[in-house]
């Protein structure tokens, strides 16, 4: 002790010094509140010790022995100077340094596409012969470019430019052999708004509501516009040519495209348009729903039109590609159409999902009949039975039947949005009069499962059964500042795929000013399904059976030269620009525009591009 006392008379900073991992400090980043200090130096902890020595041996050095009288004599303290240590703490983290607005931020000054995926078709990376894209990677032909629409297939992309022009790219296009890597304009000055793909055919859709059949091929398309009015070489198909531009004419139309948009009322107009593999679906603004064939290579016959008993042997007269309205869901207003490979959806106003199709791997959300392998008249989805048979607790219940809020299918897969409420009792009432109501948002799933691409933590080959539900999208909240309580969150849109799928969700964001301090956060995103090309923009190949997190776009190539880049990516996670009035460019110098940042799912294809 007296060795203590002289050390801390000699060095006075020992007495008075805290330890630095019991200061706490203010955080400046959204959600996080007062916090430890700074990560401890390994070794940091033995350093009060080191000079408690230095200190004890200096005192006992300065206590001399006088061997004659056999007492040891206080000998005077030399003045020593102990230069002052330069203690710097961590600081927190500066808002404008922050991952969330890095991303904000870059995605607002640098647009541009960024996919990964297979290349096999050369439409994720036109310009490399790499046959594989691990992580997200810039489109360098769609640098600084605001898309409409943008859809991916392994062999085709096809994006919509900011006026409205037809982009189309990839080996499908092209052709296997050829060696071009231009994006080519195929459809100009019509005002595009959307696209949709087949096997063979790109189905799009002006602003004034029209709908355009466009072959995929380039050579077909120059065969197109080269045969106006000249009879079609006897050495390519004739029979799908005869039908397809009508009834025993073998002539085909002055241009490459054909105009196939359906006989509608006066004011009335297709407003969406959804592709599978060999059919597409038209929504129009009364909320009618027409069905069509897209695709010149099969017939659809497995009830994706939803025209009980129509097959090739007994189509309808007419071209071959005549949209016709679904006469099952005459009389029901529809606000919203989706489509798989071969199956389609269609969600009502009021909340209610119709599906026919193929349902092989019970894609339509109904149980799986081997003797009835798909269902041509639409069918309504029992999503009461579904929380039924859910297990609601003897204490909670429904207060009035779920509303599906949204829709999403591709491949062999569909998924819903349901917004539930339950009455649920207080703690420790029995009272009926004080149930309380709880806002669920819920989200479901069916069909193939094998590659993870269902989302609900099971390799489940198919939902014989019916939906079941996605937890990790499912009773999501989180606080809101401007309600002053907690609200239910869940995806705000889905894309499917082939065999894998992706989430936006609809949580809280915020986008600031360039030049603001302000901190700006956006969307999170999710991926599961199928991997084997690294569609799922984790960079490595395993499928995954439940969502997760990806690291950011523009950071991906530089985060794998990191140490610890598998988890710094995860740490550091993409968030999508929200639905946001910018300036784009440098600092926000450039011009205004309301833009948001969407992501896509194709076959064995990824990407996220930033949209009008």
Same mark, same amino acid.
Request: hydrophobic content about 40%.
């Given at each position: 002790?007296?060795?203590?006392?002289?050390?801390?008379?000699?060095?006075?900073? #020992?007495?008075?010094?805290?330890?630095?991992?019991?200061?706490?400090?203010?955080?400046?980043?959204?959600?996080?509140? &007062?916090?430890?200090?700074?990560?401890?130096?390994?070794?940091?902890?033995?350093?009060?010790?080191?000079?408690?020595?230095?200190?004890?041996?200096?005192?006992?050095?300065?206590?001399?022995?006088?061997?004659?009288?056999?007492?040891?004599?206080?000998?005077?303290?030399?003045?020593?100077?102990i230069p002052k240590a330069e203690v710097e703490f961590e600081q927190a983290e500066k808002a404008q340094g922050s991952s969330q607005n890095r991303q904000i931020k870059s995605s607002i000054e640098k647009p541009g596409v960024f996919a990964w995926g297979s290349n096999v078709g050369r439409v994720v990376a036109p310009d490399s012969k790499e046959t594989t894209i691990k992580r997200p990677r810039r489109i360098a032909a769609l640098d600084g470019q605001l898309l409409r629409d943008l859809q991916l297939d392994r062999d085709l992309g096809v994006a919509v430019t900011e006026k409205g022009d037809v982009l189309q790219w990839?080996?499908?296009?092209?052709?296997?052999? $050829?060696?071009?890597?231009?994006?080519?304009?195929?459809?100009?000055?019509?005002?595009?708004?959307?696209?949709? +793909?087949?096997?063979?055919?790109?189905?799009?859709?002006?602003?004034?509501?029209?709908?355009?059949? &466009?072959? @995929?091929?380039?050579?077909?398309?120059?065969?197109?516009?080269?045969?106006?009015?000249?009879?079609?070489?006897?050495?390519?198909? @004739?029979?799908?040519?005869?039908?397809?531009?009508?009834?025993?004419?073998?002539?085909?139309?002055?241009?490459?495209?054909?105009?196939?948009?359906?006989? +509608? =009322? !006066?004011?009335?107009?297709?407003?969406?348009?959804?592709?599978?593999?060999?059919?597409?679906?038209?929504?129009?603004?009364?909320?009618?729903?027409?069905?069509?064939? =897209?695709?010149?290579?099969?017939?659809?016959?497995?009830?994706?039109?939803?025209?009980?008993?129509?097959? !090739?042997?007994?189509?309808?007269?007419?071209?071959?590609?005549?949209?016709?309205?679904?006469?099952?869901?005459?009389?029901?207003?529809?606000?919203?159409?989706?489509?798989?490979?071969?199956?389609?959806?269609?969600?009502?106003?009021?909340? *209610?999902?119709?599906?026919?199709?193929? /349902?092989?791997?019970?894609? #339509?959300?109904?149980?799986?009949?081997?003797?009835?392998?798909?269902?041509?008249?639409?069918?309504?989805?029992?999503?009461?039975?579904?929380?039924?048979?859910?297990? &609601?607790?003897?204490?909670?219940?429904?207060?009035?039947?779920?509303?599906?809020?949204?829709?999403?299918?591709?491949? $062999? /897969?569909?998924?819903?949005?349901?917004? $539930?409420?339950?009455?649920?009792?207080?703690?420790?009432? =029995?009272?009926?009069?004080?149930?309380?109501?709880?806002?669920?948002?819920?989200?479901?799933?069916?069909?193939?499962?094998?590659?993870?691409?269902?989302?609900?933590?099971?390799?489940?080959?198919?939902?014989?059964? %019916?939906?079941?539900?996605?937890?990790?999208?499912?009773?999501?909240?989180?606080?809101?500042?401007?309600?002053?309580?907690?609200?239910?969150?869940?995806?705000?849109?889905?894309?499917?795929?082939?065999?894998?799928?992706?989430?936006?969700?609809?949580?809280?964001?915020?986008?600031?000013?360039?030049?603001?301090?302000?901190?700006? !956060?956006?969307?999170?995103?999710?991926?599961? %399904?199928?991997?084997?090309?690294?569609? +799922?923009?984790?960079?490595? *190949?395993?499928?995954?059976?439940?969502?997760?997190?990806?690291?950011?776009?523009?950071? $991906? @190539?530089?985060?794998?030269?990191?140490?610890?880049?598998?988890?710094?990516?995860?740490?550091?996670? #993409?968030?999508?620009?929200?639905?946001?009035?910018?300036?784009?460019?440098?600092?926000?110098?450039?011009?205004?525009?309301?833009?948001?940042?969407?992501?896509?799912?194709?076959?064995?294809?990824?990407?996220?591009?930033?949209?009008?």
């Amino acid at each position: 002790m007296a060795s203590m006392r002289t050390a801390t008379r000699i060095f006075p900073s #020992l007495a008075a010094r805290p330890f630095q991992a019991a200061v706490r400090r203010a955080s400046t980043i959204p959600g996080r509140g &007062l916090q430890r200090g700074g990560r401890r130096r390994r070794g940091g902890g033995s350093e009060a010790l080191k000079l408690l020595g230095v200190g004890a041996f200096s005192a006992a050095a300065y206590y001399a022995y006088d061997a004659s009288s056999g007492v040891a004599k206080e000998q005077p303290v030399p003045n020593v100077v102990i230069p002052k240590a330069e203690v710097e703490f961590e600081q927190a983290e500066k808002a404008q340094g922050s991952s969330q607005n890095r991303q904000i931020k870059s995605s607002i000054e640098k647009p541009g596409v960024f996919a990964w995926g297979s290349n096999v078709g050369r439409v994720v990376a036109p310009d490399s012969k790499e046959t594989t894209i691990k992580r997200p990677r810039r489109i360098a032909a769609l640098d600084g470019q605001l898309l409409r629409d943008l859809q991916l297939d392994r062999d085709l992309g096809v994006a919509v430019t900011e006026k409205g022009d037809v982009l189309q790219w990839g080996t499908a296009f092209w052709g296997e052999k $050829a060696t071009a890597t231009e994006l080519t304009a195929t459809m100009t000055g019509k005002d595009i708004i959307k696209v949709a +793909l087949s096997k063979d055919r790109v189905i799009a859709l002006s602003s004034g509501g029209t709908v355009y059949s &466009l072959p @995929a091929s380039q050579s077909d398309q120059q065969l197109a516009a080269m045969s106006s009015g000249t009879t079609v070489s006897t050495s390519q198909p @004739a029979w799908w040519r005869r039908i397809l531009w009508n009834s025993g004419s073998t002539s085909m139309p002055p241009s490459s495209f054909r105009i196939m948009t359906p006989a +509608l =009322s !006066w004011g009335e107009r297709v407003v969406d348009v959804r592709g599978g593999l060999e059919h597409c679906l038209l929504l129009t603004s009364a909320g009618r729903v027409f069905s069509a064939v =897209s695709s010149l290579v099969s017939y659809p016959a497995r009830g994706q039109l939803g025209l009980p008993g129509v097959t !090739w042997e007994t189509r309808p007269k007419g071209p071959l590609d005549q949209p016709h309205e679904v006469p099952g869901l005459c009389g029901i207003a529809v606000s919203k159409i989706a489509a798989g490979d071969h199956h389609s959806l269609v969600l009502s106003k009021d909340g *209610r999902v119709f599906a026919f199709g193929d /349902n092989a791997a019970g894609q #339509l959300g109904v149980p799986v009949q081997p003797s009835v392998p798909f269902v041509a008249q639409p069918v309504e989805l029992p999503m009461q039975k579904l929380y039924e048979a859910d297990g &609601l607790s003897e204490k909670t219940r429904l207060a009035r039947p779920p509303r599906v809020t949204s829709i999403a299918a591709g491949g $062999a /897969n569909s998924f819903f949005t349901v917004d $539930a409420e339950a009455l649920v009792d207080s703690p420790g009432s =029995s009272d009926a009069a004080k149930l309380q109501r709880k806002t669920i948002a819920d989200t479901w799933a069916c069909g193939s499962g094998l590659y993870g691409n269902l989302g609900t933590g099971k390799w489940t080959h198919i939902s014989a059964n %019916g939906p079941s539900k996605v937890k990790a999208l499912s009773g999501l909240a989180e606080y809101s500042e401007a309600r002053g309580k907690t609200v239910p969150i869940g995806p705000a849109s889905l894309a499917v795929g082939a065999t894998h799928a992706g989430a936006v969700l609809g949580n809280a964001t915020h986008v600031s000013a360039p030049s603001s301090t302000e901190p700006s !956060w956006g969307s999170e995103v999710l991926w599961w %399904g199928g991997n084997e090309f690294y569609q +799922l923009g984790t960079g490595r *190949r395993n499928n995954e059976c439940e969502p997760v997190h990806i690291g950011q776009l523009e950071a $991906a @190539a530089a985060e794998l030269k990191k140490p610890n880049a598998e988890m710094t990516g995860q740490r550091e996670r #993409l968030e999508l620009l929200p639905r946001a009035t910018v300036r784009l460019g440098e600092r926000g110098k450039g011009r205004k525009v309301s833009t948001q940042q969407h992501i896509v799912c194709g076959r064995f294809v990824s990407a996220v591009y930033l949209s009008t």
